[in-house]
């Protein structure tokens, strides 16, 4: 039986990866609490990793932690912290760990009950492999959120962007906004780009995020609209 996705908790995924997917995510979650809402940010998959203090460590799952004003456990805010940065399933299969669908979606399930926002943000691109089989847009499908596209502006995107929500749609799943983030300082072109998109995608461009030297998701949250996503709450209400 399907039920419909709660208010407030959406799939992040990008059209590559280096393209700020969890720059987004984090100010995505800064927007959210912002706007009365208890939000955690969770990763599917990390591949990445540094030992320290007892347990692996991913730069951008603590991100995405520091940027949540819902505190989740570790499990849930990562269920596979991966040591090598390549393929999350080659990383996966070098330590002997078979990537289970069903405990990523179980992280997300323990994440609704610590947060009424959840930002499940994916790994590279939309279809990223997670087994012999299965994909990151396998996942996307089985939690039926909808789905944030970052677009990395730079030489390319047009057709990576259109590609990927054409992969989107034939997932049955609703493409509900996309973000313009200029990851290119010297892309010719680039509102352009960004015009060329606007008119292409069949979602509303909820957020135009110039290039910055050091970007920070407080900041990037103010290039955001997202009252649709996550419409203004009593900030005194549970």
Same mark, same amino acid.
């Given at each position: ?10 799939f992040?995924? #990008? ?7 969890? %720059?987004? /995510? ?12 208890r939000?955690a940010?969770?990763?599917i998959?990390?591949?990445g ?11 951008d799952?603590e ?10 456990p570790? *499990? *849930?805010?990562?269920?596979?912290i991966?040591?090598q940065?390549? /393929? ?8 002997g760990?078979t ?7 179980r992280a997300?399930?323990i994440?609704?009950?610590? *947060? ?6 994916g ?5 990223v492999? %997670? ?5 990151? /847009?396998d996942l ?5 959120l909808?789905?944030? %596209?970052v677009?990395?502006?730079? %030489? ?11 992969a989107?749609a034939?997932? #049955? ?12 300082p010297?892309?010719?072109h ?10 292409r ?5 909820i957020?135009n ?8 998701p407080?900041t ?5 609209r ?8 009593n900030?005194?209400s549970?």
């Amino acid at each position: 039986m399907h039920h419909d996705p709660r208010p407030g908790d959406v799939f992040v995924t #990008g059209t590559d990866t280096e393209i700020g997917k969890t %720059l987004i /995510a984090c100010a995505l979650l800064h927007a959210a609490a912002r706007q009365g809402w208890r939000a955690a940010g969770i990763k599917i998959t990390a591949a990445g990793a540094d030992y320290i203090g007892g347990r692996w460590q991913n730069e951008d799952v603590e991100q995405l932690r520091h940027a949540s004003s819902a505190t989740l456990p570790d *499990a *849930a805010s990562c269920p596979y912290i991966l040591p090598q940065a390549v /393929a999350p399933h080659i990383a996966a299969a070098a330590i002997g760990v078979t990537l289970d669908m069903e405990t990523i979606h179980r992280a997300y399930q323990i994440a609704t009950a610590h *947060a009424d926002a959840v930002v499940v943000e994916g790994v590279g691109g939309f279809r990223v492999p %997670l087994d012999d089989h299965q994909d990151t /847009a396998d996942l996307a499908q089985r939690l039926r959120l909808p789905v944030i %596209l970052v677009v990395g502006m730079r %030489l390319g995107c047009i057709s990576h962007a259109l590609l990927t929500a054409e992969a989107i749609a034939a997932r #049955g799943l609703r493409l509900a906004g996309w973000v313009a983030n200029h990851v290119d300082p010297d892309m010719q072109h680039s509102e352009a780009n960004v015009q060329t998109l606007a008119h292409r995608l069949p979602a509303p461009l909820i957020g135009n995020v110039p290039y910055m030297t050091q970007p920070d998701p407080e900041t990037v949250a103010q290039h955001l609209r997202v009252s649709t996503l996550f419409p203004t709450r009593n900030l005194a209400s549970p």
